[in-house]
């Protein structure tokens, strides 16, 4: 065999082997991604049951917890306890042109703040 001829046989014996690692519908790099993406999907995964886990926790808590569920009644929802407690909203300041019509009246965003005696009772 000449030297040509095993330098051509050396081309095709390295052409094969870079095919064989790199070549073909999955290549080493992405059998590599594959994997890393692998990975990431498994940490979110993790994050997510780790989030479902929380608030199947809440969840229990607000069914059967009765200092709980008021918390978020007055947080959430504004309610107070019957005629014992008032309950005060404060509209926001009005800004210049929303602030009053012409005829001295207001618009509907704008009334001013009144004081609730009671609200809703449990």
């Known amino acids: 065999m000449s030297a040509a001829g095993r330098v051509a046989w050396g081309v095709v014996a390295l052409g094969a082997a870079a095919f064989a690692v790199q070549g073909g519908e999955y ?28 608030l199947r926790v809440l969840e229990r808590r ?6 709980l569920q008021e918390t978020v009644a007055r947080e959430e929802f504004g309610m107070v306890r019957g005629d014992r407690e008032l309950l005060y909203r404060f509209a926001d300041a009005p800004t210049g042109r929303d602030s009053a019509r012409v005829d001295g009246s207001h618009s509907r965003d704008t009334l001013p703040s ?3 005696r009671g609200g809703a009772a449990w």
């Not at 997510?48 to 929380?54: I, K, P, Y």
């Not at 607000?62 to 200092?67: C, G, I, Y």
């Open 27 to 54: 290549a080493t790099t992405d059998l590599w991604r594959q994997r890393a993406r692998a990975r990431a999907l498994t940490a979110s995964v993790d994050s997510l049951q780790h989030a479902v886990d929380s």
């Open 62 to 67: 607000l069914r059967t917890d009765p200092v």
């Open 114 to 116: 009144t004081t609730t």
